[in-house]
């Protein structure tokens, strides 16, 4: 039974000490591939290295996170350009916008968003969209640079049935689920359970966001197994169903080959 993290920060620092492992047990667990999505202009070289160890196994993805952005976006935008032109990348990612963290670069969150989704149209790239306590906001700008021409996934939903209702709206649009989906009182066993089966896809967002029974710690793609049978209990159906529904929904949003 295979099965695709298609969010996991695997170059962070948390991995340093033992990413030959993390991937050994990803693999023994059914992962079959692992997207990583950039953060910032300080995080090219590790995720570049930790693509150089596990080619076969890493698809990269470029993109400037919204907590990242700073006053100088235009400058940070210019060097992450400059990378999606130079290499081979499978998305713009990880890019949105965050108003839980960062209010008061909101017009620079938005603009560095934007610029991006313009990029994701040029490369014919899929995004990949943080968006927390921003749904309204990112779906605007959406709208505003093109929505038929724009295709992706909103990362880590963890919404109410409105939420989710507003992203599906959008047709080209799936949602990441991760671990919240099996935390006590994340409410999303209701909100799931009519989601079209392909529109999901599935994530670790590792290293946060462990899921239970490895709240609190770190993350890993291992663990991916964990979010697999909560999904396949909420929507009563064989894990081996969820898990090649979930992975041929990622091959076709970011264009992988197995």
């Not at 209701?190 to 993350?219: F, M, Q």
Request: proline share 3%; with cysteine; charged share 25%.
């Amino acid at each position: 039974m295979n099965i695709i993290d298609t969010h996991a920060h695997l170059f962070a620092k948390d991995f340093h000490g033992d990413l030959e492992d993390v991937v050994s047990r990803a693999r023994e667990a059914g992962v079959e591939k692992v997207l990583l999505p950039n953060i910032d202009e300080t995080t090219i070289a590790e995720l570049k290295a930790a693509m150089a160890h596990f080619p076969d196994f890493f698809l990269p993805m470029m993109g400037l996170h919204p907590t990242s952005v700073t006053k100088e976006w235009k400058k940070q935008l210019y060097l992450i350009h400059q990378e999606i032109n130079m290499n081979t990348y499978v998305a713009v990612g990880e890019i949105g916008i965050d108003l839980y963290w960062k209010q008061s670069l909101r017009e620079e969150q938005i603009d560095a968003f934007e610029e991006q989704l313009k990029w994701s149209i040029e490369k014919d790239l899929p995004v990949v969209i943080h968006f927390r306590n921003a749904t309204e906001e990112v779906v605007k700008s959406i709208k505003r640079v093109g929505e038929e021409a724009l295709r992706g996934v909103f990362h880590s939903f963890g919404g109410s049935k409105e939420e989710l209702d507003t992203i599906l709206q959008l047709k080209n649009f799936r949602v990441g689920i991760n671990g919240v989906v099996t935390f006590k009182n994340s409410g999303l066993t209701e909100t799931l359970i009519h989601c079209p089966r392909e529109r999901v896809i599935l994530e670790t967002d590792s290293p946060w966001l462990a899921p239970v029974p490895y709240r609190g710690k770190r993350n890993e793609s291992a663990y991916l197994s964990f979010i697999l049978k909560k999904m396949a209990e909420i929507w009563q159906e064989s894990e081996e169903f969820v898990a090649q529904r979930t992975s041929s929904n990622a091959i076709e949003l970011f264009n992988i080959v197995i």
